[in-house]
C-alpha cells in the first residue's frame, strides 16, 4: 500500500494489528511502534522484526499513518506530546470510549481523524471492527484504513459516530456474552455426567459451528433457530424454558445497557483535567 504505519502503544491490539498486517505481505520497514516498556519493545523486535522505540514523536514523524492504541487515560497527554508532529498525518484510534471530538481538540485541530473499535476475536484475525471517520479522511484513506483493519477481520463503517456505543454494546462487548454462554452450557454438561473437557468440548465447538451457520446463511438467526426446534422435541422445551424467564428480552436489555455505559464512559473520559 506504500504508507508507513507508526503505532503509539504495543499491546495486545497493536500486536494483533501487525502481525495481521505483516501476514498480508506488508514489510517490517513500513511498520513501527512506541511504547514505554522496554520489555514490550524488546517483544515487538523479536517477534515482528519492527523497529520499536520508547519515543512517540520519533515514530510519528518517521510515519505516514499514526495508530493511536494506549490506554484511554493516557491518551490525552499523549496527544499533546505529539501533536505538532502529527499534523500532517491520518490518525487511527483504537482507544475505547474517546471521541474524535476529544482527539481533535488534544491535536491542536487536527481532523484527518479514524476512530475504530474492534474486539478481542482479533487476536485471531477473526475480529469485528466499527469504524468511524471525519470527513476530513479522503475516500481513498478509508479503502486504505478498510485493509489495514481487515488484517484483523471484519470492519462495519457507520457514518454517525454514536453508533460506536452500539458497536461497543455488540460488538466490543459480544465475545463476553458468547463465553458466558458457554459457561452455562458447560455447567449444564458437567451436571449431565460429562468431564470438564468434554463439557467444554461439546460447548464450544457447538457455539463455533453455529455462529459458521449462521455466517453463511443470509437467512434470520430466528429461521435457523426455528429449523432445529422440532414440534414437542427437546430443543423446544429448552427455548420455552428460556422464554418463560424472558432469556432474550434480558439479553437485549443487558446489550442497551451497556451501550448506555460507553455513552458515560466517553463523557468520563473526554473530560479535560481542570
Known sequence: MG??????????????MMSGLLAQGWQAADLRAADVDPAACQRLRDSLGIVATDQPSE???????????????QLRPLCRDIAGAARDRLVVS????????????????????????????????????GAFALAAVSAT?????????????????????????????????????????????????GRLGFSPEEARRLSVETL???????????EPAATLRARVTSKGGTTERAIGVMEAHAVKSHLVEAILAAAERSRELGDLLGRDEP
Open 94 to 129: 483504537i482507544a475505547a470510549g474517546i471521541r474524535t471530538a476529544e482527539l481533535t481538540r488534544w491535536l491542536d485541530g487536527h481532523e484527518r481523524i479514524v476512530r475504530v473499535m474492534p474486539n478481542t476475536p482479533a487476536l485471531l484475525r477473526a475480529g469485528m471492527t
Open 3 to 16: 504508507v508507513r504505519i507508526g503505532f503509539l502503544g504495543g499491546g495486545n491490539m497493536a500486536t494483533a
Open 59 to 73: 515514530v510519528v514523524a518517521a510515519s505516514d499513518w499514526v495508530v493511536l492504541a494506549v490506554k484511554p487515560q
Open 141 to 189: 484513506e478509508r479503502r486504505q484504513v478498510d485493509e489495514l483493519l481487515g488484517a484483523v477481520g471484519k470492519v462495519l463503517w457507520v457514518e454517525q459516530e454514536s453508533r460506536l456505543d452500539g458497536v461497543t454494546a455488540v460488538s466490543g462487548s459480544g465475545p463476553a456474552y458468547a463465553f458466558y454462554l458457554i459457561e452455562a452450557m458447560q455447567e449444564a454438561a
Open 208 to 218: 463455533l459451528g453455529a455462529a459458521r451457520l449462521a455466517a453463511a446463511s443470509e
